[in-house]
C-alpha cells in the first residue's frame, strides 16, 4: 500500500509539474517549490546513503523505494528557477544559475540521468551496485553545488 502511494504522489508530481514554471504566481512560490523538491529528493538521497555508507544496515526494499522517489524528484526543482527567480525570498541559489543556464542545464540534466541509474542499480538489490550509482549522483550534487550554491 505505501509504495502504491508514493508511486502514485509521484506520477501525480510529475504530470502536474511540467506547466510548473506556469503556475507561479509570484517568485517566493517558485523559490519555495524548488526548495521544498530538492528537500524531500535529499531526505531520500539521505537515506540512501546511511546505507552506502554502512551508518544503518541495507535494505534492498527500502533502498529501491528511496532511490525511485530521488529519481522522480530530480525532475521537478527546475521548473523553478525561471527567470526572476533569483529574488523574492531567501534562497542559496547564486547568481551564476541566471547568468550561465547552459552549464545549470548540464548540471540538472546529469543529476536527472545519475538519479536514473540510482534507481537501476537499487533495483539489483546489490549494495555494490547502490554504493557506486550512489557516489557518482553524490557527485552530481556537489558538482552543482559547488558551482551554484552559496555555503
Same mark, same amino acid.
Given at each position: 500500500?505505501?509504495?502504491?502511494?508514493?508511486?502514485?504522489?509521484?506520477?501525480?508530481?510529475?504530470t502536474?509539474?511540467?506547466? @510548473?514554471? %506556469?503556475?507561479?504566481?509570484? $517568485?517566493? #512560490? /517558485?523559490i519555495?517549490?524548488r526548495?521544498? *523538491?530538492?528537500? =524531500?529528493?535529499?531526505?531520500?538521497?539521505g537515506?540512501?546513503? @546511511?546505507? %552506502?555508507?554502512?551508518?544503518? $544496515?541495507? #535494505? /534492498?526494499?527500502?533502498?529501491?523505494?528511496? *532511490?525511485?522517489? =530521488?529519481?522522480?524528484?530530480?525532475k521537478?526543482?527546475?521548473?523553478?528557477f525561471?527567470?526572476?527567480?533569483d529574488?523574492?525570498?531567501?534562497?542559496?541559489?547564486?547568481?551564476?544559475?541566471?547568468t550561465?543556464?547552459?552549464?545549470?542545464?548540464e548540471?540538472?540534466?546529469?543529476?536527472?540521468a545519475?538519479?536514473?541509474?540510482?534507481?537501476?542499480?537499487?533495483?539489483?538489490?546489490?549494495?555494490?551496485?547502490?554504493?557506486?550509482a550512489?557516489?557518482?549522483t553524490a557527485?552530481?550534487?556537489?558538482a552543482?553545488?559547488?558551482?551554484?550554491?552559496?555555503?
Open positions: 500500500m505505501k509504495t502504491l502511494a508514493v508511486v502514485a504522489l509521484a506520477a501525480a508530481v510529475t502536474l509539474s511540467a506547466p @510548473a514554471s %506556469a503556475q507561479f504566481a509570484k $517568485p517566493e #512560490d /517558485a519555495k517549490y526548495q521544498s *523538491a530538492l528537500f =524531500v529528493m535529499g531526505q531520500h538521497f537515506r540512501l546513503g @546511511a546505507m %552506502a555508507n554502512g551508518r544503518i $544496515p541495507f #535494505d /534492498a526494499k527500502a533502498a529501491q523505494e528511496n *532511490a525511485d522517489i =530521488v529519481a522522480e524528484m530530480a521537478l526543482p527546475w521548473a523553478g525561471g527567470a526572476g527567480t529574488k523574492g525570498a531567501p534562497t542559496k541559489a547564486l547568481p551564476e544559475i541566471w550561465q543556464q547552459a552549464k545549470f542545464k548540471h540538472s540534466d546529469k543529476l536527472e545519475d538519479t536514473v541509474k540510482l534507481a537501476a542499480a537499487a533495483k539489483t538489490g546489490n549494495l555494490d551496485n547502490l554504493k557506486t550512489f557516489g557518482a557527485n552530481s550534487c556537489k552543482c553545488h559547488d558551482n551554484y550554491r552559496a555555503k
